[in-house]
């Protein structure tokens, strides 16, 4: 019977561990923001990479995990400087994410050209995709259709 208990309670709390990391809700960032969103066609698409900070966490770990093993001799210090170290690039890692990302270059139907830079790929050259920005930037690969209608709006161009 206990093992089932655990089982339901390992389950229950990977659920909702994945049922928050996967939330479509929008960022509380972007409240009391413009919010504008368009279509466009995806001209250049650019991988980027992020600036981590994993060495400053690292270096931030080692410097408590030498104060914590000061009490003790010349190697606890170094072992916990050691310890401190991959404790705190650790969780700089998690925190971080991934250091990937795209810049894209847009062509609005409205004829405006736009550059963004996300963390998710979402479209490829010569595709539509609607552009939310609001506190932060999503695009969404859409239907080609969707453009061609979108430009209608904009007979000048």
Sequence with gaps: MQNKLAYVGVFLLGSLLVGCANSTDVDRR???Q???EFYAYVQEV???RFKSYIGEGMAVGAIGGVIEGSDGDKEDMIA???????VGGLFAAIFEGSSKGYEYQLKAVDGDVVTV???KKSGAVGECVSVRVAGDVRITQRPMESCIEAAKEYPSL
Aim: aromatic share 6%; hydrophobic share 55%; proline share 0%.
């Design 34 to 36: 413009f919010v504008t």
């Design 117 to 119: 830079i996300v963390g």
């Design 80 to 86: 916990g400087g050691i310890a401190g170290a991959l």
């Design 30 to 32: 972007a409240q009391n």
């Design 46 to 48: 650019k991988k980027v």
